[in-house]
């Protein structure tokens, strides 16, 4: 079966990215190091620096990209995400001057829902789990007939965050041997490795707490997984996206699970020795690295996805 999303739709959501707003998309930084500035064996690391992208990650790729991509009724867009799926989409509404309703649950940090109401969206707060706020936006989607966008599983979101990947092969003048990738609901790392087909060796990462890819590579399809830990307010997607499974089948070559502490130990190393500010699950790829999961070759460049920043700086000492 041929995966859902190939490198010419990337190509395409690249093309109407170009025709959006002026000044939103961000090309971020990337950073080609020696291996052993990061006290590794490996010849260069290469850091994606994409925390810095507008909204403060990846996500703004393909929230933009698939509110360009369809017609946008009256009523505005709609969706169900205290985290980085909500603020990309209530980033990319105010740049196309769009209305803009946010259902997130109580748990989500009063801080969130003010950089939401900041971004001019209309902010509902509605029971206790992302379960309960994703069921309400759907009747009330129902209701108005407003654009629906899904964090991580429709076509033009994971083609979007596909130009991630695009982006940063042209910027290296060609892609680094492999790419260790974080993996919630499976958009990012769909778009990714759609985009490389095999061409550098994408490696998934996920938090032991929050297992989904693993977990369906395991059952030969998408499975219901428990998921908590440091990284689950991004990597907490209770199962694996199906567009996102389908590419990982084809064109993912390994999977890997890191400990809490790993990830925290290397979100802390790289405010520590670097100054970049990245959340928990921007930190997996450096986790894999330092606690040894996963060992490159002497001659290996390896590429690290930062994909996101929203974090308290409070939590980085
Ligand atoms: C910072 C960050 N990294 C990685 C992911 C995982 O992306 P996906 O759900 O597309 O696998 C998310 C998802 O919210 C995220 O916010």
Redesign the pocket.
């Known amino acids: 079966m041929a995966a859902a999303i190939t490198r010419a739709d990337i190509d395409a959501a690249h093309a109407r990215l170009a025709q959006g707003p002026a000044n939103f998309l961000r090309t971020t930084p990337l950073w080609r190091l020696p291996g052993a500035a990061l006290g590794l064996a490996c010849a260069e690391v290469w850091l994606k620096l994409?925390?810095l992208q507008v909204s403060?990650?990846?996500?703004a790729r393909?929230m933009l990209h698939r509110l360009l991509a369809q017609p946008i009724p009256a009523a505005g867009v709609i969706v169900a995400?205290g985290?980085?799926?909500g603020i990309a989409t209530a980033a990319a509404a105010q740049a196309l001057g769009v209305r803009c309703e946010v259902f997130v649950p109580q748990i989500s940090s009063p801080a969130k829902q003010a950089r939401l109401r900041a971004l001019g969206a209309q902010v509902q707060v509605v029971g206790s789990a992302y379960a309960e706020a994703l069921a309400a936006c759907l009747t009330r989607q129902g209701e108005t007939g407003a654009l629906l966008t899904h964090?991580?599983d429709q076509p033009e979101?994971?083609a979007g965050?596909g130009t991630l990947a695009r982006e940063l092969e042209e910027q290296g003048g060609g892609l680094p041997d492999s790419l260790l990738?974080?993996?919630?609901?499976?958009?990012?790392?769909?778009?990714i490795a759609a985009w490389c087909e095999g061409r550098s060796r994408v490696v998934a990462l996920e938090p032991v707490l929050a297992p989904?890819?693993f977990r369906a590579r395991e059952a030969g399809a998408p499975v219901d997984v428990q998921v908590g830990g440091v990284?689950a307010?991004?990597?907490?997607?209770k199962r694996?996206?199906s567009i996102?499974f389908g590419v990982a089948q084809q064109h993912v070559q390994q999977a890997l699970l890191l400990d809490d502490a790993a990830i925290t130990a290397a979100q802390q190393w790289l405010w520590r020795e670097l100054r970049l500010a990245?959340?928990p699950?921007?930190a997996l790829g450096l986790a894999a690295l330092q606690s040894g999961a996963y060992v490159p070759a002497a001659g290996e460049r390896v590429g690290l996805?930062l994909?996101?920043?929203?974090v308290d700086p409070a939590q980085l000492a």
């Open positions: 994409e925390q403060g990650s990846f996500k393909g995400s985290g980085n799926a964090a991580y979101v994971v965050a990738v974080s993996v919630g609901g499976g958009g990012l790392i769909g778009g989904t890819l990284a307010d991004a990597l907490g997607a694996i996206g996102g990245v959340e699950a921007a996805v994909c996101g920043g929203n």
